[in-house]
């Protein structure tokens, strides 16, 4: 793919210098373009292929960096296979950080599924980085403020280049990277960090940092920070901290991720103080580069060197893709696969085929997730199912074992930013590795709350989020709330109840409380008996919600009755071996409320076209293509 000459580069006179900023992001274990849940190719994704971007754009500027934001471990069946069934022994190179080796990245920052395997195996993995990794706010011990804090890895990185300016002199540079991520890492990983990982603020610590970076000659400084564009104004333990970060005075560029959407783009058009076509925040030029490897992020800035060193004197930013979105969830290639990045995971590539093809048991029914937002779905009951089962046994004999038993779990794979072809689809027949991978897609441990009714009801009321609010009596509104993550659209399996999108969500997505008269719950029943408040339960659930609702403190750390290592993919890869061949039909569990003369739109995978005979209990029509390659259906009150 050719990649035109950035105008900065032809406008450039004696002492001015234009450096360009690759980034990538949120790249999930992705270094083939292979879906190994469904063993076939894809195309838009792998790192082999964002490569190529890479080496077009070194062979057309002068001064480059390349750096990426985190979460490269975890997201993919390579990934999983390296941490579950391969390990790192000592001297181990992972291969990811052996292709990342191979491209030459300058630096690279955590993000928040680094964490997801544990310390000593995130050690492990980076230990034969040949780029430093940075983490200025994931903590070993928490100091009186930010610049006493003792860190887990260096917060920042000072790079000592030299740039070509206009008139084709070199002059040096000193480039100051500060790694940055989500201080929310100590509760979604609570049980693997209690005790050892404390964090701060995202923009508290780059506030405190940046004046000791720049007494340490820092030119220009870089915030390489896993954390998308949030709110405005900061406040304390911001997630999506990219707005307020881009205003902190030192910071000449920011490099975002975590919620796997692009910037520039026209997702953020029409938004006070964002530039979505130069890729400015606030004035300060931003990227991020989607995920998996699906884009390049490039930050071009113009520099002025003088007396007190280089001042930026413009900037904007781009995304470059590896392909381009057509009809059916399909892409059309647009760069191919670089070899020697293949290379460097070809054999561990080939062991995860090996490992995800393994047979481990059969279903009479094809499984699918194309309708788990709108109704009742086998894919995400069969690991409720299996994570119920699971804590019987273990609670068995204990005070909690008198208590009803519910579970709780979500549909990961439902289409969203990930494209028309990210969703479960397993047919009739063999199951595999695979198979239990694309039912439940996380590392993810299991655990088992102690909850009264009154905080299952405030736990429902906050997956109902997911649907956008519904006005009676109009028609083909759009249904599902796109900022709201699938993974947060809990069903409680065990009880039946009603979702009534006409009401305002009674919370915001960040989980804040913001419209307490409102109830989109209704008629939530255990046995056929409306749920007491104060009636106690037990919920079979997993560590990252486990964590989640104590953080909101909808129990406290008395509710947590069990928890453990074991993965839910173990506990449902014995679920499936021990119950085949399964014969899967979806309990009645719960239902949008009627809402007459009203209809609404939502969008899901291209096959499920040819299931809407299936759906005696939903009213829905097929509406046709949209241009990304989902299908819309309209949703009949």
């Known amino acids: 793919m050719l990649i035109n000459p950035h105008p ?16 990538t992001t949120d790249l999930h274990a992705h270094i083939f373009p292979y879906d190994y849940y469904n063993d076939r190719p894809i195309e838009g994704a792998g790192l082999a292929r964002t490569a190529a971007l890479i080496a077009a754009v ?39 950080i052996a292709a990342m080796n191979r491209l030459g990245y300058d630096a690279a920052a955590l993000g928040n599924h680094e964490f997801n395997f544990g310390l000593e195996f995130l050690l492990a993995a980076i230990e034969r980085s040949a780029f430093p990794y940075l983490c200025a706010n994931a903590l070993t011990k928490r100091g009186a403020d930010a610049r006493r804090d003792s860190r887990l890895l260096p917060p920042y990185v000072l790079l000592d280049r030299k740039l070509r300016d206009g008139a084709g002199k070199f002059h040096p540079i000193r480039i100051g990277v500060l790694g940055l ?79 796997h959407m692009l910037f520039p783009s026209a997702q953020f058009a029409n938004r006070p103080g964002i530039d979505a076509v130069r890729g400015t925040l606030d004035g300060t030029p931003a990227v991020m580069a989607g995920f998996w490897g699906s884009h390049l992020g490039v930050i071009d800035l113009k520099l002025q060197r003088g007396g007190a060193g280089w001042q930026v004197l413009d900037g904007q930013s781009d995304v470059l893709p ?32 090996e490992y995800m093809r393994f047979a481990i048991g059969a279903t009479r029914r094809p499984l699918h997730s194309y309708f788990a937002q709108v109704k ?44 028309a072809g990210n969703f479960t689809q397993i047919p009739a027949g063999p199951m595999y590795q695979r198979s239990v991978a694309d039912l439940y897609c996380f590392p993810n441990t299991i655990c088992a709350l102690r909850l009264r009714g009154a905080d299952i009801m405030e736990w429902l009321e906050r997956s109902a ?52 008269e409102s109830r989109r719950i209704r008629n939530l029943r255990y046995q056929g008996q409306t749920v007491d408040p104060e009636a106690e339960f037990v919920v079979a659930t997993n560590n990252y919600r486990a964590s989640t609702h104590l953080a909101l403190r909808l129990a406290d750390t008395e509710g947590v009755v069990f928890e453990s290592s074991v993965t839910i993919r173990n506990i449902l890869l014995n679920e499936i071996a021990n119950s085949s061949p399964l014969e899967v039909t979806p309990e009645p569990n719960w239902q949008f409320t009627p809402m007459p003369g009203t209809s609404a739109v939502f969008l899901t995978s291209p096959h499920a076209a040819q299931l ?9 029509v097929p509406l046709g293509e949209t241009d990304g390659g989902f299908w819309r259906f309209r949703l009949l009150g």
């Open 465 to 516: 989020v997911a649907f956008h609010q519904i006005v009676p009596g109009q028609q083909d509104q759009p249904l599902l709330n796109d900022d709201f993550p699938s993974y947060n659209f809990d069903i409680i399996y065990g009880l039946t109840y009603e979702i009534d999108p006409t009401q305002p969500a009674r919370y915001s997505v960040a989980g804040v409380l913001q419209h307490p």
């Open 181 to 259: 991520l989500p201080p929310q890492i100590v509760t979604w990983d609570e049980t693997l960090l209690r005790g050892v990982i404390q964090s701060r603020d995202m923009v508290e610590t780059a506030a405190a940092l940046i004046p000791e970076m720049k007494e340490a000659g820092a030119d220009i400084i870089i915030a390489l920070a896993h954390t998308g564009i949030g709110a405005e104004q900061h406040f304390d333990g911001m997630e999506n901290a990219g707005r307020p970060l881009a205003r902190l005075p030192g910071i000449d560029a920011v490099a975002l991720g975590h919620t």
């Open 376 to 419: 009742d779905c086998a894919t995400v009951q069969i690991v409720c199912r299996a994570q119920r089962n699971y804590i019987a046994k273990k609670l068995a004999g204990t005070e909690h074992a008198r208590l009803p038993l519910l579970s709780a779990a979500a549909p990961f794979k439902v289409g969203g930013w990930g494209g």
């Open 322 to 353: 590896i392909a381009t979105a057509k009809t059916a969830g399909k892409h059309h290639m647009s760069v191919v696969s670089v070899p020697f990045v293949l290379k460097a995971a070809q054999a561990e590539h080939e062991a995860t085929l």
């Open 58 to 96: 070194r062979a057309q500027a002068i001064n480059t960096l390349l750096l990426d934001g985190g979460d490269v471990l975890q997201g993919s069946a390579l990934g999983d296979y390296m941490a579950f069934d391969r390990g790192l022994r000592a001297g181990d190179l992972h291969p990811v």
């Open 612 to 620: 809407v005979t299936d759906l005696t209990d939903l009213k829905v």
């Open 8 to 23: 900065f580069s032809a406008m450039l006179v004696e002492n001015q210098a234009h450096l360009r900023i690759m980034q």
